[in-house]
């Protein structure tokens, strides 16, 4: 006894390949333990339970001791691969971390439009901002006083600064107050400004020489619940530099941001939430920053969009009643912030602007969604549709907005599926089932196949629907197909075989069958929005499809396996991250944060838990691609096609 | 030597009664630095340079060493008398601070309104505010969330504030919207929110138990050069509770604040010169807190008014370049900062009010002045002056201001006279030549006299004037009067006589050349700004002086020595301290803000110094009351009266 205890307290190393980076931990420690304390990101979706298996190493040297699992394969024991969630440390150890668990920035979704601003001119459509960051920096000249013209400094700034800018209401940081006369005498009063916009007034963040005029950056960051995602933006030229990603590593505590809370609660983990979310995002700065060679201090703005509970999460805002019926947020609207009051670590009077929420299940990335489809200002009605950790909805036009949050699961974004993964090198994006039964694919990167990202789950699931592999209620048919096969959890589909040298990557029933849950919890949520306010499919003048399924994404297949409503294909729009690009729009123009504002203000929210309707048009829409078939007319011909091949 | 270096080592205690308050210092120490130690304030006008005489001590016990003056008499050398700027510390010591040195609070003067705003009700005439408080604590009653009703509880809040205060743009801090929810809950939506106007934005500062609802106070400070004085307000009654004065103890650095500003420029001495006048205001704080038996915590407000230097030293704002041309204040306009970030001990999330200022030499005390007054409301030109370390005048109507300040010196303070002193008890207050030419006088508080302060001094000018025992240049005439005698300092009149028992006090003829600089110098301020807008004698509706001569002060004598115009008598008005009535009209009515806002703007400034007209004003009214008797009609008769008598 006394040896196990001497053996427990003995300090042991974890070096963590391909990062290198080092561990020190007491003989005993939990590997996923040992990975969270340096930053090593594993993807973990229970919160390390140890039933979603994700979390796989390889022990390349040292001795472990494992708790017996499922969720290996024999051939993954033989290859030394633990669950590092199910698995101690006994003695120093060099692991290796699977290159499909960290994330390939090179593959991260850039928005469309980043040159968006930098091209206006002149009168902007509606919907469309003027050039006009939240975060400024002025170049500001002004007369030196004299006997018969000594207004005091502090004034004397201000009036020149509104010869620039429309300012009514003007504040100025008592430091920078204090520091200003000696400024201004120093460089004979023309200096450069940052000014920003904070809540209807405009702050005087700092002064500097007038040469560090053009030295102004921000940073749009998405606060996802699986992943946050940074673009670095020059506010002078309004072009995006730079972006990246990491996993949000609150991950180690839940899989969705629910479980999360819970857990901070029975925890005490308020801090330790918002450290790992504001260190993320801290991460990713630093990346950008050295990455394109700026200096922190230059960052003078973080605009912030993601779901209500990550947003509290990120600010340390109580978010214990988002759980709690009757669901309530401690704040939607957040006013700005000093970023480092938040612990973010840009220009130390930078400012931080969340976007507005609705309500507690929809966060300002929906909002963020909408001011970048700019639903709120057709004509046409519009469905919006974002498919992430949960699904959330909106539909509306230019004179009303509902929306609705649906618990759709994470599953295109590669959680609950067994070979699911991000959109990152070597996931399979695009699938084709041929006339012969065999299956053509494509990855990300053209790697070899390392798993499947959203899009090609959602090829995958309308292939197997089209050729009559699967029925209408998403079960596999045995025997329609040679790639059918029995595993080890039941009925599978083989996208890869190793006997083409390849890794097998298998579709399950289970797979499947969350996949559907995720599509039919959508598909459920525009129904219910589209009954309440008498929209009919035909009324329908768009639908956005947004989310993280990859690049591209085949919007057909969103309507053939009945995700999306059955409207003419040109119709339908794969707008990508939306949250990203809507916090970018607000980060240039800060006239968008209004009309964020008003957007987010005039939502109705439809609580779908609570909601008569729903769970029976949940019901319906888990089949393939609905009970009613007259909703999906063109559903029947791609059917039929295929068939006839 | 090493005997003498190490007696220079020896740690000496000091005690000073009657205070007790006792300073551990190394032999050698001069006991001037000694009492700063321990915040022992003595009067030291010349800023330890040995040449004012003010800073008189007793030795009761212990050995000094003290260089020659000239400035104490031999009966005050036998009775241990020192200066302690001249004194250096040999061993223990027990030393009495003489009574005429510590500012008796029971005689600092109250303003005549302080329950000004208590008794409003309904429509307000022009320049009477309505009751409403920079901060005031709001009674918040909201319903509940339920689910048709999930707002967040921070704009739940918002709309509950703006149903009772007009607010259209809100902020709140960080720290307040963390702990919103938990404390929203824990309270069942009702509670008691603290609120501060803050530059055209409205601020919720705190939010507590309903309960609380009625604990609101603040404080009124003037900061004046030579005395601090502060009023304590109950926010929810608009009562003035309590008052309390001390000396500025930067007064150790220098008479007035020019010299102030050159010894921290030479000394880098700016954080000290804060820390002096913070810890001043934070003593007053203390004091009056604990006497009233409130907590510090539940002071909310702080309004400051005060000349622009001492502003810029409380704030810590760089005021270099308001002794160098062309005189420019780093702010006139100081926006509302939370009162710790200067140090300031009240709630910790407190506001720090400062009224505007209008120039380097026009200070918020003069803006304070005009509000109190209501000149800027009337349709009559008045003239208002304030005498204090310096003499500033303002000059106008509701439809213009003018200002100018003269450097008049702080006679009527008391200083640069001989036997000058505050406004405390033993102050001669009231003097009266008789018939016979015996001197019959009053003291503040019936005492032993002690000094004399500003209304005795004015008193004594004018007395010595009608009764022709001074001519018309200022010159004390040889045998016109018994108490006429030849001093150390040349002729002097002797107030009182240690032949009647007392304490013989008498005023110099030195003193009556500075008085009378000083009095010019106002005089000239009056007449230059006169000459300026065309106003002419008859024009004049009102007179206001303003200053801290005292509790009464005869305003005939102000017009008999040609400090005042001459106009009938009850157009003269003594207002006291208008700097503190003037700051406690913005604590108890936020729209006043806006009003002194206004009046700053909108007064316009004249620089005597280089005003043509000024010198030569100056030297015609150093006359008594002037060159041009044809200016004051009324003072021929006053003295050919006196002369019958």
Redesign the interface.
């Known amino acids: 006894m006394l040896l196990m205890e001497e053996a427990k307290k003995k300090k042991c190393f974890v070096r963590f390949e391909p990062s290198g980076l080092t561990a020190e931990v007491p003989a005993g420690t939990v590997l996923l333990e040992a990975a969270r304390k340096v930053g090593v990101y594993l993807t973990s979706i229970c919160g390390g339970d140890g039933y979603c298996g994700k979390c796989k190493l390889i022990i390349d040297e040292g001795q472990t001791q494992s708790r017996p699992t499922t969720l290996l394969t024999p051939e993954e024991i033989r290859e030394n691969v633990v669950l590092a969630c199910q698995t101690k440390v006994l003695s120093d150890l060099v692991v290796t971390v699977p290159k499909s668990h960290t994330l390939e920035t090179s593959q991260i979704l850039m928005d469309s439009d980043m040159r968006r601003f930098s091209e206006l001119a002149g009168e902007a459509p509606e919907g469309v901002f003027e050039f006009d960051p939240l975060v400024r920096k002025l170049h500001v000249k002004m007369s030196p006083?004299?006997?018969?013209?000594?207004?005091?400094?502090?004034?004397r700034l201000y009036l020149a600064i509104r010869e620039q800018i429309e300012a009514?209401?003007?504040?100025?940081g008592?430091r920078i107050?204090?520091?200003?006369?000696?400024i201004l005498?120093e460089h004979k009063y023309e200096v450069a400004v940052t000014v920003g916009r904070?809540?209807?007034?405009t702050e005087v963040i700092d002064i500097e020489q007038a040469g560090r005029v053009r030295t102004n950056y921000a940073v749009a960051v998405d606060l996802g619940t699986t992943t946050v995602v940074a673009h670095l933006v020059d506010l002078t030229t309004a072009v995006t530099k730079d972006s990246e990603a990491t996993y949000n590593s609150q991950i180690h505590f839940g899989e969705d941001y629910i479980r999360r809370i819970i857990y901070a609660e029975q925890n005490d983990a308020f801090d330790e939430m918002q450290s790992r979310i504001v260190g993320d995002v801290n991460n990713l700065i630093v990346t950008l920053a050295s990455r394109q060679r700026i200096e922190v201090q230059d960052i003078t703005t973080i605009v912030c969009a993601g779901n209500t509970a990550m947003a509290h999460f990120l600010?340390?805002?109580?978010p214990?009643?988002i759980r709690r019926?009757?669901?309530?947020?401690?704040?939607?609207?957040?006013?700005p912030?000093?970023a480092a009051?938040?612990g973010i670590q840009i220009n130390k009077r930078g400012l931080l602007y969340c976007l507005p929420?609705v309500?507690?299940y929809i966060g300002s990335d929906i909002v963020a969604g909408v001011l970048s489809t700019r639903l709120h200002t057709k004509e046409g009605i519009s469905v919006f549709a974002d498919i992430g950790t949960n699904g959330e909805v909106v539909l509306g036009n230019k004179d009303w907005l509902v929306c609705a949050s649906s618990s759709a699961g994470p599953a295109f974004e590669g959680s609950g599926v067994k070979h699911g993964m991000r959109a990152g090198a070597g996931a399979i994006e695009k699938v084709k089932i041929l006339a012969d039964g065999s299956v053509d694919f494509r990855t990300i990167a053209d790697t070899r196949p390392a798993g499947i990202c959203g899009s090609g789950l959602l090829d995958i699931l309308a292939e197997l629907f089209v050729n009559n592999i699967m029925d209408r209620t998403g079960r596999l048919i045995a025997d329609s197909n040679p790639r059918i096969s029995e595993g080890e959890e039941g009925m599978q589909f083989r996208l890869t075989l190793p006997e083409d040298g390849y890794k097998e990557i298998v579709i399950t029933q289970a797979d499947i069958d969350n996949l559907i849950r995720s599509k039919a919890g959508v598909f459920a949520a525009i129904r219910v929005l589209m009954e309440a306010t008498q929209t009919k499919p035909e009324d329908l003048d768009a639908v956005y499809l947004a989310g993280g399924f990859g690049n591209f994404l085949n919007t057909r297949q969103a309507v053939t396996v009945g995700m999306l409503p059955d409207v003419a294909l040109e119709k339908i729009h794969f707008v990508g991250n939306t949250s990203i690009a809507g916090a970018k729009t607000v980060l240039l123009a800060h006239k968008a944060m209004e009309t964020a504002e008003r957007i987010a203000d005039s939502m109705t929210?439809f609580?779908l838990m609570?909601h008569p309707r729903y769970m029976d048009e949940f019901i319906r829409a888990k089949f393939l691609p609905h009970t009613d078939l007259s909703l999906f007319p063109s559903v029947r011909s791609v059917r039929t096609n295929a068939k006839r091949l």
């Open positions: 006083p004299t006997v018969r013209d000594n207004t005091a400094d502090h004034e009514p209401i003007m504040q100025t008592f107050i204090q520091k200003l006369s000696r005498h904070r809540g209807g007034t600010l340390n805002l109580d214990t009643q019926e009757p669901y309530v947020a401690s704040a939607g609207f957040v006013p912030i000093r009051e938040a929420a309500a507690a929210y609580d609570s």
